[in-house]
């Protein structure tokens, strides 16, 4: 059977085309270019048709061309930087197969970009990092998978996408806190039928990795809503960091059984859990205690008092009663995490 396609997205000049051949030929999948698909079909240059009809024609015929392409199977597809401007392409490659976003520096781009055949910088390179401007956060936001690319050795970044999708090997994945948490969450999507090994602290989890105790770390890095996770950034410069996923977060209120919401006094959980679930905990006029992890937390649980803000898998892991739902500050609430390996 063949498998969902792999979008490759990101800024011109970030790989795309180079990733896509050779991935494409690793895994035996074919190699479209959603770009030479449009020269192909219209018969004219990219910067004619930016030239005769616009940007708005030009993006019209990649949503066109995306259409086709979501019907197939066992595709890399390079797509055009801007394809995710339009939210029908984001919907279209989501629903039929993984993002990966190509990530390279606008500097590093502009030292091998050739800019005559990009329409958008006639006017010079430097527009280049403008255009990142308006563009970074979609990147990232609609991204599976973030791949650093600013290693000019394509075949580091085809190796690690490669290991993503094929999972060949037994590998030992660490992560901080237990089952149900959201790094045990992200550990068994990336790395499925891996063996995964717990510890109590980014700190134990980072040593571990260093002393080849585990073969990946899997944490969290940061939040749409919390910002950065202020517990891992002193960890950062002792990994080395070899992509980014991103897991959406589906934020409950659990307790112990039998206990009622209006019985609920303190609430507990990750800080940063804490924080972009900190409207609905001010309008309930609630006290808070912050807590290690929040799977580690719904584990522990022991107060009809207290409640516990985490994962729907952590409540039904430890026989924990759903109180609320959908408790974030906001919705479509996302937490980046980083896989990373020993430097």
Known sequence: MKKPN?????????????????????????FVDTDALIVQKTQISINEIFAKYGEAYFRNLET???????????????TGGGIILKDVNIKMMQASGQIFYLQRTCANIIK??????????????????????????????????IMDNNCFDPSVTVKNIYLIIQQQEKFKIGYQ??????????????????QYVNYDTFDQLV???????????????????????????????????????????????CALKGTKLSQIKTVISHPSALDQCKNYIKKNQWKTLPSLNTALSARDLNSPKQAVIASPIAAKEYYRIILAKNIANVKNNITRFLVGIKK
């Not at 066109?64 to 390079?78: P, Y």
């Not at 958008?120 to 990092?129: V, Y």
């Not at 770390?217 to 960091?241: D, F």
Request: with cysteine.
């Open 177 to 194: 806190g237990t089952i149900g948490a959201y790094g045990w969450i992200v550990a068994n999507h990336i790395f499925p039928h891996q």
């Open 64 to 78: 066109k061309i995306l259409s086709k392409l979501k019907k197939a199977k066992g595709l890399v597809v390079a």
């Open 207 to 253: 040593n571990a990795l260093r002393n080849n105790r585990i073969d990946y770390a899997v944490m969290p890095y940061e939040n749409i809503i919390a910002g950065p996770v202020k517990q891992v950034q002193h960890c950062l410069n002792k990994i080395k960091t070899i992509f980014y996923f991103n897991q959406p977060i589906d934020h409950i209120l």
């Open 6 to 30: 792999i979008y490759l997205t990101g800024m011109m000049g970030a790989g795309k085309t180079t990733i896509g051949k050779l991935l494409a030929k690793k895994l035996r999948y074919q």
């Open 112 to 145: 091998t970009l050739d800019s005559s055949k990009r329409p958008l910088l006639k006017n010079g390179k430097t527009k280049l990092f403008k255009i990142f401007a308006t563009r970074k956060l979609c990147y990232l936001n609609t991204a599976n998978y």
